[in-house]
């Protein structure tokens, strides 16, 4: 069975310094994907990122960055210039293909910013 | 695009009672999936409906149920509740071809007393 493991429960960072969240998981499938969902208070899952385990090359979006180690199974996210509005609950989350993106999630991280 | 709606967004019921949740997946969105989060946790996978079938299904027990309409919409029907099925029900929908971002709505909160 697929697991996704987030070993920080909480994380603190000052606005505008950058933060990286941990995630680690166990597959044996080697066709997969990896997100990042962010939880704001309202609930609503966002994605904030997603990557395509044959793909080579970090995935980035705007502020956002993960490094995904394949042989390590490890999968972090980067923030960088951190804003309040990042605050949130961070989680990883894996899906292989032909999964019908079904998802497997981690427990989560809190992330607060400080102004 | 009103993306992803669940209702009601809170709900009350008493132990022993049936509870009936509703989604409405994006628009062009065809598979829709249900996810349990406990409070402080990670979402838990229920099931997952295409074109009308359970395709997919977690560890939950036969007290939980669904169903998809022709129109993709979808309910989530858990009976004889318990205390431990409060939760934050989510809703995520996508498309059945590979490689698509779900989508989520922003939940219903279940409080069984």
């Known amino acids: 069975a697929q697991t996704v493991t987030q070993s920080q429960p909480e994380m603190s960072v000052q606005e505008a310094e950058t933060v990286t969240l941990s995630c680690t998981y166990d597959t044996s499938e080697s066709d997969y994907y990896l997100f990042w969902y962010k939880q704001p208070p309202s609930r609503q899952m966002i994605l904030v990122i997603r990557q395509e385990a044959y793909k080579q090359q970090n995935a980035t979006e705007n502020r956002f960055s993960v490094n995904f180690q394949k042989a390590a199974k490890s999968f972090s996210l980067k923030i960088s210039d951190s804003q309040l509005g990042d605050a949130a609950m961070y989680f990883c989350a894996y899906t292989f293909n032909n999964a019908g993106n079904m998802l497997t999630f981690g427990g989560g991280t809190r992330l607060m910013v400080k102004p | 695009d009103a993306g992803v709606t669940q209702s009601p967004t809170h709900l009350i019921k008493t132990r022993g009672q049936q509870v009936t949740l509703r989604c409405s997946p994006k628009?062009?969105?065809?598979?829709v999936s249900w996810y349990q989060q406990a409070l402080g946790q990670g979402p838990q996978f229920i099931f997952q409906y295409y074109e009308e079938e359970e395709r997919q299904r977690g560890n939950f027990p036969d007290r939980f149920s669904g169903h998809q309409f022709p129109n993709y919409s979808s309910e989530l029907n858990v009976n004889a509740l318990l205390l431990g099925d409060s939760a934050l029900y989510l809703c995520?929908?996508?498309?059945?071809?590979?490689?698509?971002?779900?989508?989520f709505g922003q939940g219903t909160r279940l409080t069984v007393v």
């Open positions: 628009s062009g969105h065809d598979t």
């Open positions: 995520a929908s996508s498309l059945a071809a590979q490689n698509t971002e779900a989508f």
